[in-house]
Structure formats: C-alpha cells, structure tokens
C-alpha cells in the first residue's frame, strides 16, 4: 500500500507561486502515475494535473493550464506541483492520488488507488 503525503501548502498572495509536494513511503512512487486533485469550499473535487508513471506524459486540466507545472523526480520518490500565478479561485484543499495499479502507465482522474490527506492553499491578499 502507498502512504502519500502533500506538503508545501499555505497562504499566498494573489500573483504568487506554490509548489506542492507529494511524498510516498510503503512503495515507489515512481511506480504508479499520479495525479493531483482540488476540492474548493462548497465545490466538487476536480482534477488538476497528472503525470504518467515514466513522466513522459503529463496533462493538465483548463482552469490552471499555463499555471501549474508536474514533475516528478525518482530519486527522491517526489511528484511535484508547481503552481504559479495563482488567482483566489485556486483556493482549495490539494490532493495528490496513485493509480489503482502499479501497472497503470498514463495517468487520469478516474478510479485512483491511493490519496494522501490533503493540503490546504489559500490564495489572498
């Protein structure tokens, strides 16, 4: 089982940068695609970006397409969230998730394995 764990979350002015974190122990995280979700006060969670297992393909939802870049990095068993330009609206709890299967190449919204807790970013002046 995979035990993953946001971090780098907080207070941001409008304009900003954040870069989220997910951290995995228990498996490699460099096994399994991942993706990144949000959930807004009052809203459903949406997807926000994810990352195929090899890192070759990433894709990213419109409300933060050309604001947030994913990476991840197999030495120190990371997938990253660079969030730039944030607006107000990019207020929400931020989730990281592993595909259900380590076999699971291309990454999606759907049907997710593992979630870390969340974290929490509020954009506001």
């Known amino acids: 089982q995979l035990q993953l764990v946001e971090s780098g979350g907080g207070l941001v002015q409008p304009g900003g940068s954040l870069r989220l974190s997910c951290s995995a122990s228990?498996?490699?995280?460099?096994?399994?695609?991942i993706s990144w979700f949000r959930q807004a006060p009052g809203k459903e969670r949406e997807g926000v970006s994810c990352i195929s297992k090899n890192g070759n393909r990433v894709h990213y939802n419109y409300p933060v397409k050309g604001r947030v870049t994913i990476s991840r990095d197999i030495s120190k068993n990371n997938v990253y969230l660079q969030m730039d330009s944030l607006k107000p609206e990019d207020t929400a709890d931020y989730y990281c998730a592993a595909a259900r299967r380590s076999g699971i190449t291309q990454c999606s919204y759907e049907k997710m394995g593992d979630w870390g807790k969340g974290i929490l970013v509020t954009v506001s002046s």
């Open positions: 228990g498996s490699t995280l460099a096994d399994y695609a």
